[in-house]
């Protein structure tokens, strides 16, 4: 099974966000958060990034998708990502997408028992995910 | 090829959590299943699909199955989707296959 990291400034957005991917996905799929700083600011942490990831790894995660919301997020995540070796980061993929919409589908598609790379083409879906009812 | 016709109870339509339930029923099955609603159709096995079709309340949509499971799956979906659905007037429970 795939697992996920959710990295947001927030501690409350990636807590919220794992609650509702849980809902549609069910407790199989591991899904482990870095949200805000360790201090409790808004922010982001490289070592809470690095934690989680090492959670769904040591929970047996095949694979783990990260999916991250903006700005400094990616420059916590590039140093979180250090380490990790190179076995390790072969089981690691970045995702683009935007982060709820993008974990929702991600989510799903891993309890569906989908590999790594399945798992992160749905979650590309979401760029292009309408908001509002079409018809 | 089996189908099923059904009307959407639930007053929030076919939203997030019933389709991602939706999608992980069918994914258990290897046949190929479509949600039609009017001329739109969608994968069942994709989440994206399924709620890219905006599925509204007391919508009529019609499930199709093409494959060695095909009733199995219908049945299985029409479970899963439990009060948030009822049968149409004339389609069956357990479909047969023709």
Redesign the interface.
């Known amino acids: 099974m795939v697992g996920l990291v959710l990295v947001s400034h927030s501690l409350m957005i990636a807590e919220g966000l794992r609650e509702m991917a849980a ?4 407790n199989d799929v591991p899904i482990a958060t870095a949200g805000g700083t360790e201090d409790g600011r808004l922010g982001t942490s490289a070592p809470r990034i690095a934690a989680a990831i090492r959670a769904t790894l040591d929970a047996g995660a095949d694979g783990t998708l990260i999916l991250l919301d903006l700005g400094s997020a990616g420059l916590s995540l590039e140093l979180a990502l250090e380490e990790f070796g190179p076995a390790e980061r072969s089981r690691l993929l970045v995702s683009e997408a935007p982060l709820v919409e993008g974990a ?2 991600a989510a ?2 891993a ?3 989908a590999a790594l790379a399945e798992v992160a083409s ?1 979650a590309d ?2 760029a292009a ?2 908001k509002m ?3 | 090829m089996a189908d099923i016709r059904l009307t959407v109870l639930d007053p929030a339509g076919l939203h ?2 019933p389709a ?2 939706v ?2 029923t069918a ?1 258990r099955f290897q046949s190929q299943i479509t949600l039609h609603v009017g001329d739109r159709s969608a994968d069942v ?1 994709s ?2 699909a399924l ?2 079709m ?1 599925i ?1 309340p007391l919508a009529e949509i019609t499930l199709t199955a093409d494959g060695p499971d095909a009733a199995d799956a219908l049945a299985a979906l029409l479970e899963e989707l439990g009060q948030s659905v009822e049968l149409s007037p004339g389609s069956s429970e357990r479909p047969p296959l023709n």
Do not use: H, W
């Open positions: 809902q549609v996905a069910g929702i589908l799903v598609q309890s569906i028992g749905a879906g979401a995910m309408a009812p079409k018809d | 997030q959590r991602a339930q999608v992980r994914a096995k989440l994206i709620l890219g905006t509204r």
